[in-house]
């Protein structure tokens, strides 16, 4: 499955957004990840755009460094809300300590509503945070086929909650 991450260079210094984990060491948990900020000149994007650096939060990027996302849209009361799940697929990898049917962890990252190409702070409500166990839910399945499999949907994933 193609990446749809931009690559990018780590710089010394970068804002942090929040983010919930599903790990291999312990249960699910906000924490925070770097993001790369760049400018957003071409699309007049008010946030600019943020590209999160995921890596840091994988204890196993030695034995498999690619990480795998997929865009995944929630609709809710009539509104739709937007997320970016990360994870890896490969066979040295650690069972997940939540979903002990998935090797590596999860990280959900929300999306901004006003361009869901950019990451936005996740704002740790208990809303927020069910909404996100519920997509760690749904596309749970998804990941596991993909893990076993080497195919995942290029297409958003969409659910009702």
Do not use: W
């Not at 943020?50 to 840091?56: A, D, K, N």
């Not at 809300?81 to 999860?106: E, I, M, T």
């Not at 208990?126 to 086929?145: C, L, N, S, T, Y």
């Amino acid at each position: 499955m193609p990446s749809t991450r931009v690559q990018v260079d780590p710089a010394p210094t970068h804002p942090v957004l929040h983010c919930r984990v599903y790990s291999t060491t312990r249960d699910p948990h906000y924490t925070t990840t770097p993001v790369n900020c760049k400018p957003d000149d071409d699309h007049h994007n008010p946030l600019g755009l943020r590209f999160p650096l995921v890596e840091s939060l994988y204890l196993d990027g030695r034995s498999q460094s690619y990480i795998h996302d997929a865009h995944v849209e929630v609709t809710h009361n009539g509104r739709t809300y937007a997320f970016q799940v990360f994870f890896k697929r490969g066979v040295a990898l650690v069972p997940n300590h939540y979903a002990p049917d998935l090797v590596s962890g999860v990280v959900i990252m929300k999306l901004s509503q006003v361009d869901n190409s950019t990451v936005v702070n996740a704002r740790r409500s208990a809303e927020e945070r069910d909404m996100m166990d519920f997509v760690f839910e749904q596309i749970r399945p998804k990941i596991g086929h993909f893990q076993a499999n080497k195919y995942f949907t290029k297409k958003p994933l969409k659910f009702n909650y």
